[in-house]
């Protein structure tokens, strides 16, 4: 390449570097400026934060999701002992806690049925809310990142949502009523309250409401999420914020009705809950099985959940290689590619949220925002022409 063209090809890495996605600086500072929540493709949803790099559930990485590009923070909803919600995916405190360490709380192991199964552990509905803040949280899985072990502290349901409500842009919130029917048997409230309507005061107290894709919805987003369809029910006639159904694997029956995947899945079934939610949350291998980790022929859950006006939200994307099927030649943006441009799917949960943004920058760039496919096609082109005029 001769000079002239080293000359246009810096000018234009320059333009695409200068155009590129920010990192957003937190906190917000002025509110009144907030850029919206892009609704024009399928939502980012960081599942539990950015916990494929700090762990899971916590005040950084929710803010590391938020920096990265996410839509939607999620999290799992539980209860303390003394009725405070919490953010926190296992009913135990074991796998994701530094609690071991913790010799005081040696003597709080039990056993309780979970889900029909009997479980012994920590449970997090033994522990005071001032108990609780002594713990440090830990990174689930021993292949991702160990360096941030025991400096982040559980956090409340009302501190994830001021994560949120501060970010410099719209930011949504996606909590999961989780495990209602355990809750609700350990955990006491005045007045009769369940789980689920206590989780619904919280929302409303910082103004969370309004149907989906509404004027008020759209200045404070919230998707509200259970495996537990009665607790979908409860809810409806308390809140209109739209709901999404949670679906697991095709053998596990729901935690409350005792239903099967078959049941749930079945078009009839579609009618009846459509009228409580706004979608379907569905394990990514039930949509698409998989056999020798070669993923098989789509079944019809999309198409069929569109036809009834649902949206499907599958979980959960992660860009190691134990996690993407051999089909996607170990590239989680492959695996993105055919998710949203072959099966058609309206959201995605990734612990990776950074990866789905870039990948959803590239290929259908926020408004306003270079193109670098189509800028990087043109280069070639004037640099081809440049060296054709130059050698005539």
Known sequence: MNSSSCVIVTFLLLFIGCSARRHYPLPS???????????????????????????????????????????????????????????????????????????????????????????????????????????????????????????????????????????????????????????????????GKKFEDVVVEVLKKYGYKGTYLSTEWLKQPCFIQSFAPSSLVRIHNQTDLPKIFLIDNVDVRTQDTNQTYAEITSDDYFNYIKEYVVGIGPWKDTIVPVKDNYTQKPTDLVTRAH????????????????????????????????WINTIGVDGLFTDFTGSLHRYQEWTSPSPGKVDATKLLQNISKMIRKFEISIRN
Request: proline share 5%; net charge negative.
């Open 29 to 191: 500072d002025n509110g009144s400026t907030k850029k919206p929540l892009q609704t024009f493709r399928p939502f980012n949803v960081a599942h539990r934060g950015s916990n494929g790099e700090l762990p899971e559930e916590t005040g950084p990485a929710y803010l590391r999701a938020i920096e990265e590009g996410t839509d939607f923070i999620e999290a799992d909803i539980l209860v303390s002992k003394d009725g405070v919600l919490m953010c926190h995916h296992d009913v135990t405190l074991d796998e994701t806690t530094d609690v071991a360490e913790h010799k005081e709380f040696a003597d709080r192991v039990k056993t309780y049925e979970v889900e029909g199964k009997n479980t012994t552990g920590l449970f997090i509905f033994d522990f005071t809310l001032k108990e609780l803040k002594t713990l440090r949280a830990k990174q689930r899985f021993e292949f991702r990142d160990q360096q941030y072990n025991g400096k982040f502290p559980i956090i409340t349901f009302e501190e994830y949502i001021q994560i949120a409500l501060n970010a410099p842009r719209v930011v949504g919130i996606y909590p999961e009523i989780k495990n209602p029917i355990l809750m609700n048997q350990h955990v006491k409230w005045r007045k």
């Open 307 to 338: 036809a009834h006006n649902l949206q499907v939200h599958p979980y959960t994307y992660r860009n190691e290689n134990q996690y993407l099927h051999f089909n996607f030649s170990q590239d989680p943006y492959l695996e993105y590619d055919y």
